[in-house]
């Protein structure tokens, strides 16, 4: 129940293409929905996040669709760059659970240009 | 804002030999710091919970007199892997929480080889 599936594990997207990444959870205790990049030997970057009270945000070409009801929630990013490339983690967490980041498995995503 | 660093990046030592990783986050307080371990094109495995001023919490599975937490201050946590031996060869990255948000920021990880 404490498990955060995302798919998918890999992605190849053309420049300028959108990228889609997806996750799904059980907790419905999770109030919290963060994304983190990471380049390779590098720590996760806070890329956005997301309250369960809010469906959409966006912050500049990122955008994360939530959605309560289906227990899902999903990353997008808008006209994808090389750049870009990069493994993405989706992960969500609870104050009463300390806020411990629940990770997903992550996704390769790899921007061709 | 909202940095945090970690100290050494890598580094290598011999089997046997303690090693310790300091986290500091730079810009703001974090009563509450977080260690994980990450292995090759996996995601991150949280290892524990350091509250300043507290014992750490550790996850399930975790060898809390191999893995030893300091938390000494509002902006210090110390990880120290005890008589290192290669299976412990890792990528260790800490996680800073500022005192009102929920948000976790990363510090940039430590590459650990033990021969």
């Known amino acids: 129940q404490q498990q955060v599936k995302q798919s998918p594990q890999s992605l190849i997207v053309q420049k300028g293409g959108i990228s889609i990444i997806n996750c799904a959870y059980e907790?419905?205790?999770?109030?919290?929905f963060p994304w983190y990049q990471q380049f390779p030997g590098k720590g996760p970057a806070l890329l956005i996040a997301?309250?369960?009270?809010?469906s959409e945000k966006k912050e500049g070409r990122f955008t994360i669709s939530f959605n309560k009801s289906a227990k899902q929630f999903s990353l997008h990013i808008m006209d994808s760059q090389p750049g870009d490339s990069a493994t993405y983690f989706c992960?969500?967490?609870?104050?009463?659970?300390?806020?411990?980041?629940?990770f997903g498995a992550g996704t390769i995503l790899r921007v061709k240009s | 804002g909202a940095v945090v660093s970690q100290h050494p990046s890598r580094v290598i030592c011999k089997s046997g030999t303690s090693v310790k990783i300091e986290c500091r986050s730079l810009?703001?307080?974090?009563?509450?710091m977080f260690w994980y371990r990450q292995f090759p094109k996996k995601s991150l495995m949280l290892m524990a919970t350091?509250?300043?001023?507290?014992?750490?919490?550790?996850e399930q599975g975790v060898e809390k007199d191999k893995f030893l937490i300091n938390h000494a201050s509002l902006t210090l946590s110390t990880l120290t892997v005890t008589s290192a031996h290669p299976e412990d060869s890792s990528f260790y990255i800490c996680?800073?929480?500022?005192?009102?948000?929920?948000?976790?920021?990363f510090g940039p990880g430590t590459r650990l080889t033990v021969l």
């Open positions: 996680s800073a929480r500022p005192l009102t948000s929920d948000t976790q920021y």
């Open positions: 350091s509250n300043e001023g507290s014992k750490a919490t550790y």
């Open positions: 810009d703001f307080q974090a009563t509450t």
């Open positions: 992960a969500a967490s609870n104050r009463e659970y300390g806020n411990k980041l629940v």
């Open positions: 997301i309250r369960p009270d809010v």
């Open positions: 907790n419905t205790a999770f109030d919290y």
